[in-house]
């Protein structure tokens, strides 16, 4: 009998047809086995160091510590032996094992130097014919599956050394007898099983391994199953981070972002509520305008006492437009203290518009003399396109004045434009706040859907600070009776006015109708009132224009006066 790569082939050579057919059969096995040879042999070279035997001996305390010895048997020591020992350990792509390595000592070596490089924990020393290598570990035990009532050991007893071993062995002691044991051994990565592993037999109590010759840096790692009360679970379990790990979706994080989002809109609706929506009236709608009848068919426009077109639009939309500005500046004109006259167009030119001081200041309110005087510097005259140069200045006062008359008028508590600057600072600071909390839940955490949650919430709160300015009582009432002006102003007949008088009566309702909606038809009606074909330049005390105007061009000529106003503010 003969035996080829654990093969067993019987002959008997009675004939010579026989023999050369199992000459035949050797001839074809021998490049199989030379390759299992190959494969099958340990990555070392022939003048590498070999230690000719490696025994592991581990003591597993109730508590989960290891105690490890290592006694390396060398028949010719090399200059230098290092082990290096891995601090992790792999669970899956996102989490790994970290593991407390302490009281490392060796006996039978000279210069031993532990140091650290990354994830091991490096030994280099110089061996003599047999080395003990000793150290404690710490999180070699984890608990079982849910509904696994085991602790699960598992460590590498061969582990990155520097040498190839012709043989390994070993044994893991512990005051429990396992119940599952298993041991794998090769170069990391890929594992196949070990020689040898028993457990549970009468002489045998422990765990025991046995592995073939292993290469330099070859492992081998033994897992041992014990009842979880006989041996506590001290793995600690870390994650790798990564955008998967960081907004992780389960139950947990879900229900904490929805938490969060249901509990912040609660509080942003309450504080909208509590500080930021208008006081309520009660009573009638009364409105701050209306037209009175006069005759049969015929009626005026009159207005509530110091209500005025700036200070209606800054009640309103709680806030000083351009807008605002060219109205008051409309209504000066309506009352007698300004004249707008319209300028002839040079070739290819602009329109342009000049301002003349006409009246004193008798009966303005602050905001309306800073105006006054912006537009009309000591009295003089100024021009449209250089109110960029004499308005733009004085603005920021004007619209202070506008904001201190809404106020003494009662119709807000506070400042509309420092009720938003408060809330727009805190809107900010929640913003960097939720950033900084996104950046840190997404670092350390599972919870960055929290996060993102946080600063949505944040982004609310700076998004409702514009409307955080609140009304007081008198305000909504007043903002009320501009609701019904506004629908007066677009459905009153436009054509009741007192016969004679239609220029002068429309004049004072139209810096209403600018701020308020309705203007194109009051200044149709004012082109309807012309009876005759003769040029209007002056038919307007306040408003004149080149000789051969009509009022059909007023019109187009107050449209262009009103954009190019706002166009210059706006463009400060």
Same mark, same amino acid.
């Given at each position: 009998?003969?035996?080829?790569?654990?093969?067993?082939?019987?002959?008997?050579? #009675?004939?010579?047809?026989?023999?050369?057919?199992?000459?035949?059969?050797? %001839? @074809?096995?021998?490049?199989?086995?030379?390759?299992?040879?190959?494969?099958?042999?340990?990555?070392?070279?022939?003048?590498?160091?070999?230690?000719?035997?490696?025994? +592991?001996?581990?003591?597993?305390?109730?508590?989960?510590?290891?105690?490890?010895?290592?006694?390396?048997? +060398?028949?010719?020591?090399?200059?230098?032996? $290092? !082990?290096?020992?891995?601090?992790?350990?792999?669970?899956?792509?996102?989490?790994?094992?970290?593991?407390?390595?302490?009281?490392?000592?060796?006996?039978?070596?000279?210069?031993?130097?532990?140091?650290?490089?990354?994830?091991?924990?490096?030994?280099?020393?110089?061996?003599?014919?047999?080395?003990?290598?000793?150290? #404690?570990?710490?999180?070699?035990?984890?608990?079982?599956?849910?509904?696994?009532?085991?602790?699960? +050991?598992?460590?590498?007893?061969?582990?990155?050394?520097?040498?190839?071993?012709?043989?390994?062995?070993?044994?893991?002691?512990?005051? =429990?007898?396992?119940?599952?044991?298993?041991?794998?051994?090769?170069?990391?990565?890929?594992? #196949?099983?070990?020689?040898?592993?028993?457990?549970?037999? /009468?002489?045998?109590?422990?765990?025991? /391994?046995?592995?073939?010759? &292993?290469?330099?840096?070859?492992?081998?790692?033994?897992?041992?199953?014990?009842?979880?009360?006989?041996?506590?679970?001290?793995?600690?379990?870390?994650?790798?981070? =990564?955008?998967?790990?960081?907004? $992780?979706?389960?139950?947990?994080?879900?229900?904490?972002?929805?938490?969060?989002?249901? %509990?912040?809109?609660?509080?942003?609706?309450?504080?909208?509520?509590?500080?930021?929506?208008? !006081?309520?009236?009660?009573?009638?709608?009364?409105?701050?305008?209306?037209?009175?009848?006069?005759?049969?068919?015929?009626?005026? /426009?009159?207005?509530?006492?110091?209500?005025?077109?700036?200070?209606?639009?800054?009640?309103?939309?709680?806030?000083?437009?351009?807008?605002?500005?060219?109205?008051?500046?409309?209504?000066?004109?309506?009352?007698?203290?300004? &004249?707008?006259?319209? @300028?002839?167009?040079?070739?290819?030119? @602009?329109? *342009?518009?000049?301002?003349?001081?006409?009246?004193?200041?008798?009966?303005?309110?602050?905001?309306?003399?800073?105006?006054?005087?912006?537009?009309?510097?000591?009295?003089?005259?100024?021009?449209?396109?250089?109110?960029?140069?004499?308005?733009?200045?004085?603005?920021?006062?004007?619209?202070?004045?506008?904001?201190?008359?809404?106020?003494?008028?009662?119709?807000?508590?506070?400042?509309?434009?420092?009720?938003? #600057?408060?809330? &727009?600072?805190?809107?900010?600071?929640?913003?960097?706040?939720?950033?900084?909390?996104?950046?840190?839940?997404?670092? /350390?955490?599972?919870?960055?859907?929290?996060?993102?949650?946080?600063?949505?919430?944040?982004?609310? @709160?700076?998004?409702?600070?514009? &409307?955080?300015?609140?009304?007081?009582?008198?305000? =909504?009432?007043?903002?009320?009776?501009?609701?019904?002006?506004?629908? %007066?102003?677009?459905?009153?007949?436009?054509?009741?006015?007192?016969?004679?008088?239609?220029?002068?009566?429309?004049?004072?309702?139209?810096?209403?109708?600018?701020? %308020?909606?309705?203007?194109?038809?009051?200044?149709?009606?004012?082109?309807?009132?012309?009876?005759?074909?003769?040029? *209007?330049?002056?038919?307007?005390?306040?408003?004149?224009?080149?000789?051969?105007?009509?009022?059909?061009?007023?019109?187009?000529?107050?449209? !262009?006066?009103?954009?190019?106003?706002?166009?210059?503010?706006?463009?400060?």
């Amino acid at each position: 009998m003969t035996v080829w790569c654990g093969t067993v082939i019987r002959y008997s050579p #009675n004939s010579s047809e026989e023999i050369h057919k199992v000459r035949r059969i050797r %001839l @074809l096995l021998l490049p199989a086995l030379l390759v299992a040879l190959v494969v099958g042999a340990p990555a070392a070279r022939a003048d590498d160091p070999i230690a000719t035997s490696y025994r +592991f001996e581990g003591r597993l305390g109730a508590d989960g510590m290891l105690q490890v010895t290592e006694k390396i048997v +060398f028949d010719a020591p090399p200059g230098e032996l $290092t !082990q290096r020992l891995a601090t992790t350990a792999p669970i899956d792509s996102r989490s790994f094992y970290r593991y407390e390595i302490s009281d490392i000592a060796a006996t039978g070596a000279e210069g031993l130097e532990v140091s650290t490089d990354g994830d091991y924990q490096v030994l280099k020393m110089k061996p003599s014919t047999e080395v003990t290598i000793t150290y #404690n570990v710490r999180g070699t035990t984890a608990a079982g599956a849910a509904g696994d009532e085991h602790s699960v +050991f598992s460590w590498r007893p061969l582990q990155g050394l520097s040498v190839a071993v012709k043989s390994v062995t070993g044994e893991l002691k512990a005051g =429990s007898l396992p119940e599952y044991v298993d041991c794998t051994a090769g170069a990391p990565g890929a594992p #196949n099983k070990c020689s040898m592993v028993a457990v549970g037999t /009468f002489d045998a109590p422990n765990p025991r /391994f046995e592995s073939a010759a &292993r290469g330099v840096g070859e492992q081998v790692t033994l897992t041992v199953g014990y009842p979880k009360a006989a041996v506590e679970a001290t793995a600690v379990v870390h994650e790798s981070w =990564s955008l998967d790990r960081a907004f $992780t979706v389960n139950l947990a994080t879900i229900g904490a972002a929805l938490g969060a989002l249901a %509990l912040g809109a609660l509080g942003l609706w309450w504080l909208y509520r509590r500080t930021g929506m208008d !006081q309520v009236h009660s009573g009638e709608v009364t409105p701050v305008g209306t037209f009175r009848p006069t005759g049969d068919g015929q009626s005026v /426009f009159e207005v509530a006492d110091g209500i005025r077109p700036g200070l209606v639009g800054t009640l309103a939309d709680e806030r000083v437009d351009p807008v605002d500005i060219t109205a008051t500046l409309l209504d000066l004109a309506v009352r007698g203290h300004l &004249r707008i006259t319209e @300028l002839n167009v040079v070739a290819h030119g @602009l329109p *342009d518009w000049r301002f003349t001081r006409i009246g004193d200041e008798a009966g303005l309110a602050d905001y309306e003399k800073r105006l006054l005087e912006a537009v009309t510097p000591g009295g003089g005259e100024t021009l449209a396109s250089e109110l960029p140069t004499t308005l733009s200045p004085a603005l920021p006062g004007i619209q202070d004045a506008l904001y201190d008359e809404v106020v003494a008028k009662g119709w807000f508590d506070v400042r509309p434009d420092s009720t938003r #600057n408060s809330w &727009r600072t805190w809107g900010i600071v929640a913003v960097v706040a939720s950033v900084v909390a996104l950046v840190a839940l997404a670092a /350390f955490t599972k919870f960055g859907v929290l996060g993102i949650v946080l600063v949505g919430l944040a982004a609310a @709160l700076l998004s409702i600070g514009s &409307r955080m300015p609140r009304r007081s009582v008198a305000g =909504s009432h007043t903002l009320s009776g501009l609701g019904a002006l506004s629908a %007066l102003l677009a459905t009153h007949p436009t054509d009741q006015m007192p016969k004679g008088r239609e220029l002068v009566e429309i004049s004072k309702l139209l810096p209403y109708a600018v701020v %308020l909606g309705g203007k194109q038809r009051w200044l149709g009606a004012m082109v309807d009132a012309d009876d005759d074909d003769r040029p *209007d330049p002056t038919d307007l005390a306040w408003y004149h224009a080149p000789e051969t105007w009509h009022l059909r061009d007023l019109p187009t000529s107050l449209t !262009q006066f009103v954009n190019t106003v706002q166009g210059e503010l706006f463009s400060r």
